[in-house]
T-cell receptor, first 114, second 112 residues
Framework: DVKVTQSSRYLVKRTGEKVFLECVQDMDHENMFWYRQDPGLGLRLIYFSYDVKMKEKGDIPEGYSVSREKKERFSLILESASTNQTSMYLCASSTGTPNPYEQYFGPGTRLTVT | QKEVEQDPGPLSVPEGAIVSLNCTYS??????FMWYRQYSRKGPELLMYTYSSGNKEDGRFTAQVDKSSKYISLFIRDSQPSDSATYLCAMSPDNYGQNFVFGPGTRLSVLP
């Protein structure tokens, strides 16, 4: 059974803290993604990675960085957390061809920054 | 104008009703069209997909794509309380599995 796991389901951090969100997939997928999901705005892409050590900015990369040192692991880093980064963060992975339709999502991390 | 638009709902229907969920889009390059279902406190899961225009049926679910109108639909027949979820449309211009654009989602409640 395919699986994407995220390190925490709920996280509460203070403004200015450095925050690490971890994502691991066991499907040997090349592509991995970080999204944030906010009511009315849907899923917005923060960063994605198509290979180890490779990354591309998404639609809203400001205030975030990522790291992919191993194929199965993709980390999202909030360098200095701010209250407007309170959100649901979703990690996903995909393989593209022969299955270009599917991204597999983790359960999400609900981050609250106070 | 957002690249993909979707009525956020919420949409409440009685059990057994036919549900129609819709998305419009502006980018004519989209070729791959998907519907994801997201239950509360879970990540989205792929429900249906189609390539280019046409219809696809899977049990109680039918996905339709009208590229000339830039409009996609998901129909749910004989809706069940277990169909209560948020439905997100997604689109991609290529088969790399990377360039997905998601709609904001429609929250559906099917009442027993």
């Amino acid at each position: 059974d395919v699986k994407v796991t995220q390190s925490s389901r709920y996280l509460v951090k203070r403004t200015g803290e450095k925050v690490f969100l971890e994502c691991v997939q066991d499907m040997d997928h090349e592509n991995m993604f970080w999204y944030r999901q906010d009511p009315g705005l849907g899923l917005r892409l923060i960063y994605f990675s198509y290979d180890v050590k490779m990354k591309e900015k998404g639609d809203i990369p400001e205030g975030y960085s990522v790291s992919r040192e191993k194929k199965e692991r993709f980390s999202l880093i909030l360098e200095s957390a701010s209250t407007n980064q309170t959100s649901m963060y979703l990690c996903a992975s995909s393989t593209g061809t022969p299955n270009p339709y599917e991204q597999y999502f983790g359960p999400g991390t609900r981050l609250t920054v106070t | 104008q957002k690249e993909v638009e979707q009525d956020p709902g919420p949409l409440s229907v009685p059990e057994g009703a036919i549900v129609s969920l819709n998305c419009t889009y502006s980018n004519s390059a989209f070729q791959y069209f998907m519907w994801y279902r997201q239950y509360s406190r879970k990540g989205p899961e792929l429900l249906m997909y189609t390539y280019s225009s046409g219809n696809k049926e899977d049990g109680r679910f039918t996905a339709q794509v009208d590229k000339s109108s830039k409009y996609i639909s998901l129909f749910i027949r004989d809706s069940q309380p277990s169909d209560s979820a948020t439905y997100l449309c997604a689109m991609s211009p290529d088969n790399y599995g990377q360039n997905f654009v998601f709609g904001p989602g429609t929250r559906l409640s099917v009442l027993p």
